[in-house]
Nanobody
Framework: QVQLVESGGGSVQTGGSLRLSCEAS????????MGWFRQAPGKEREGIAV????????YYEDFMQGQFTISHDNGKKTAYLRMNSLKPDDTAMYYC???????????????????????RGQGTQVTVSS
């Protein structure tokens, strides 16, 4: 059974940085694509970024504008989300998600679907104060 555990959230001031981590277990022998999405109180889930580990290909939602960086350590089965220049609008619960990787061409077509990945963690809270 795939399990995802996020860590690294916390409280920072505007302009600060955080690095979130997501450790996966139960993925032995399979290639899993991972990504991040967030949800603020009273708002819809919002996809952030995804990564295709075999090629290290990444995709970011347009609103990121270079603010966040996703990466992956295959050996540690861990995905990361580096977040810079944080603003109060970035305050949300951040979730890691995963799915068994499809063919790369199919992944490219479905890159915006991280909020629908079948596996997700419990989330880590990020709070940015002004």
């Amino acid at each position: 059974q795939v399990q995802l555990v996020e860590s690294g959230g916390g409280s920072v001031q505007t302009g600060g940085s955080l690095r979130l981590s997501c450790e996966a277990s139960g993925t032995t022998g399979s290639n899993y694509c991972m990504g991040w999405f967030r949800q603020a109180p009273g708002k819809e889930r919002e996809g952030i970024a995804v990564i295709y580990p075999v090629t290290s290909s990444t995709y970011y939602e347009d609103f990121m504008q270079g603010q966040f960086t996703i990466s992956h350590d295959n050996g540690k089965k861990t995905a990361y989300l580096r977040m810079n220049s944080l603003k109060p609008d970035d305050t949300a619960m951040y979730y890691c998600a995963a799915e068994r990787c499809p063919k790369f061409s199919d992944w490219v077509r479905r890159r915006t679907g991280v909020t629908e990945y079948p596996y997700r963690g419990q989330g880590t809270q990020v709070t940015v104060s002004s």
